[in-house]
């Protein structure tokens, strides 16, 4: 199986409130900010990699991942690390991040599957800086192929998946045929989601994302990373603009209400939602 | 930024460390405060540690090892300590580090891959006993005799303060085989489980309770003498040349114990707010950050100036000893001020800085006191003759 994962790289959502703007709302500042990749599409990632090998030997595979990601030469750190824990390609399209939304990066994507001809796109279910949630459907969509969002468990099955999506009061299930776009969400990483037809159904994993040791990391600079221009796949293509941004209103400390009495006049009388 | 990414590393410690940073977040932080109280931690965290190829940095790849040499062992260390904020769990973690370059060095090919493998998977605990209850500083003093019947050494005696001694399956152990000072030391892997050997007490310290600390001791214990590290009486030179690394990495752990004690400080004093203000606001705040921060970039550079010279082979134990002492002295002072920083809080158990100022008492003691410390560079500089 030959698996497509695209990578976004985040501000460090654990330093949110580092997240500047200046007065004039021009832009978000981004200098000082540590970069980390979107914690969905490790998730994808590690999904994408238990889905070409065996679980119980990780060393050799049995498929390919190609990983990719848009952005200038230091999100190339991103695609390294993704080498290091096992992915065996990289494309990085050059790119600065105002050239960018959800549907550019969806109309690229879907111009690389063109050439790379993978069986599956696996994405993230959303990258947590701009929460959108919008690329892989809109992938799939323009590829027309079939697709199951939310993934929280997958196995593999001759020529397609089954993928669980986790609903209010059970599982749905989703039966998918090759070619195919898949978006994870958390639970995708647990020690018995995703099993390829090679691993053995009573393997469990060790929960979470895997660790690169030394030797992969210095591998991993070994690896190919191809690099592409955003106007060779995305030629044209409207972007959305943004016009000013705006920190959310500072919130107001609460207050202490004496009784049931005081708390029902204020709702009703100060706050007005009763 | 006053802390940049040291000099001498690469792109692939930078890489490294982001793993050690995950890991650190994720399976020791959260339970930092917990392992303290509970004084341990449990044992399966080193064969997690292991598989995440963060335990055997520094070690051939053909003992089990994860590649690397010692900058990317402290590296790892430095960042376990910083994000995973558990000083104690790190140290009995890192008992191997002491406990097997006696066997890596000295060690038959059959030694290394019986004892040294098991180690780096995390399967195994090792420990490292010198210390006695009558011979800590005076090494030479060490009075657990050996003494060879046929094909074992029968042993006897005790051990003490031995770090991960509670849980170790084994033990590099030094015992007197021939006569008395330092020509009359050997080293004997013991194992757990060897009839006559055993925990006598785990200790209760100061600090570093996550970390278990155990008396030890040998009644009558038969130890194979396959298990003999090295030479018969020749077992001085491998626990000096121990030392500079062992000291080495202490001082950079001082090192990052007081870049988290100042990132606490820091973050608190943001945070907390008296006299209308945040205290950092107080310039006598601003000042006291100002000097932790210049006491630790001074022994950080100190440190990297040893590791280098140890990785080319020419550190000296003066220097080495200098290091350790500069940083133990540095990290103690950084903890108290970041507990005087907090206020009450700062006395307060669940507070980080309360816990990190028990931890940074143990430093100007374990791996050789700050007297020792001192007696080696006068000796090295000649000042008594
Ligand atoms: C938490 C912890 C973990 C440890 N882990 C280990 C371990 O894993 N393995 C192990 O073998 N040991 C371990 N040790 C032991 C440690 O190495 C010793 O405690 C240390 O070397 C000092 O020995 P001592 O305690 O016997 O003190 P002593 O040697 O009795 O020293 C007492 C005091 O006298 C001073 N002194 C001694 N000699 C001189 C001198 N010549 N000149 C001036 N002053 C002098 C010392 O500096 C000290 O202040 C550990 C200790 C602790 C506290």
Redesign the pocket.
Known sequence: MKILVPLKRVADPDNANKVKIPADGSRIETTGLEWKPNPFDEYALEAALRLTEDGKAPKVRAGEVVVVTFGPAETDTTLRAALATGADRAIRVECKDEELDGLVVARALAKLVETEKPDLVLLGKQAVDGDTNQVGQILAELLDWPMATFAATIREEAGGLLVGREVDGGVYSVRVKFPAVVTGDLRIVNAQSVYSLKTDKAFKYADGVRFAALPAIMQARKKPLLVKKLAELAAGAPVARYLKYEAPPQRKAGIKVKDVDELVSRLKNEAKVL | MAFPAPLHETETHAALREQARRFARERIAPHAHAWDEAGEFPRELYGELAAAGLLGLSYPEELGGAGGDASHALAVSEELILHGKSVGAV?SLG?HA??LPPIVRFGTPEQQQRFVPPVLRGERIA??????PG?????AALATRAVRDGADFVVNGS???????CRADLVTT?VRTGGPGHAGVSLLVVERGTPGFGVSKK?K?T??WA?D?AELFFEDCRVPAANLIGLENAGFVPIMMNFVAERLMLASNCVAIALLAHAESLAYARERAAFGRPIVGFQVTRHKLADMATRIAASRALVHEVLLRYLRGDASPALAAMAKNAASDMCSYVCDEAVQLHGGAGYMRETVVERLYRDAR?YP????????M??LISKSEGYGS
Not at chain 2, 127 to 132: C, D, G, H, M, P
């Open positions: 140290a008992s002491i406990a420990a490292l006993a010198i210390t006695e011979a800590g500083s005076d090494v051990k003490t303060f031995i770090t991960s001694g030094a200790l310290k600090g570093w970390s600390t143990l003691i374990g791996g050789g006191t700050r007297e020792i001192n007696e």
